[in-house]
């Protein structure tokens, strides 16, 4: 098994939100904000080279909106999916699977892209199968009036009706073991419903691919729970069980949103699970 580290762009949110209630004076120690109050917040999606398998986790917002669209997100750098896979020896036709945390717009919008037209819309990866869950599916279909502007049907809908959409089992509790793509996932609920945390075995390391359940390194106290969590109660808890379960078993955790730490490992302390160790994708693949 290989691991790449692929960055879909980066782009900027504002800091309030991404912190909910806990106030700019504390988050903005390790997350810096410009005159806008905008932080800085990166796309890193994780490809999996495993035997014939080629699995990108996650895609990004893509590049079929509109510039009204891009502009309210402030895009920075010049990374794009494209760019990265092809550093790395890659197309994306390549891909045999596409897996999905959720089916928010900047974790999914590269999977679908325009038709040659532009009159419809079509997968970006022709050759892959794209992984969701049923209840999440549901949720994303039929969303709620808090997080209907996060899905966004024309990122979702072609998957279905390409006939490429493929739904992963559901655990019984919070963890399927040795799920169809071969790595273990960790269902989060706070967030939005049926969120996946991939916990990849590579080398004798777990790879966490923590999304929106961990957003960047300056979410590590509990109460630091973003403002877009549907069930902000709930991500307390689910934080508190993944973070201790890290600290206990040196899970290594790729941070897709933090663009400036890439992946950290935590430890217990008296104030709760805190940061231990950062590195690069580098240091951790190769």
Known sequence: MKLYPINAGNFKLDGGAMFGVVPKSLWQRTNPADTNNMIDIAARCLLIEDGDRLILIDTGMGNKQSDKFYGYYFLWGDDTLDKSLAKHGFHRDDITDV?????????????????????????????????????????????????????????????????????????????????????????????????????????????????????????????????????PLLTLDEKELFLNMAADENFYLFLEHDAHNEIITVKHTEKGVRLNEIYTCKEIFN
């Open 99 to 231: 897996f999905m945390t959720h089916l928010h717009f900047d974790h999914c919008g590269g999977s679908i892209q325009w038709n040659k037209d532009r009159t419809g819309y079509k997968p970006a990866f022709k050759n892959a199968h794209f992984w969701s869950n049923s209840n999440h599916w549901k949720w994303a279909t039929q969303p709620n009036r808090r997080e209907k502007a996060s899905f966004l049907k024309e990122n979702i809908l072609p998957m279905e009706e390409s006939e490429q959409l493929k739904f992963t089992a559901l655990p019984e509790d919070k963890i399927l073991k040795k799920s169809a793509l071969g790595f273990d996932i960790f269902f989060a609920d706070g967030h939005t419903e049926k969120q996946m945390i991939p916990m990849i075995n590579y080398k004798g390391k777990t790879i966490c691919f923590m999304a929106d359940l961990l957003p960047t390194a300056g979410h590590l106290p509990l109460p630091f729970v973003m403002g877009y969590d549907t069930r």
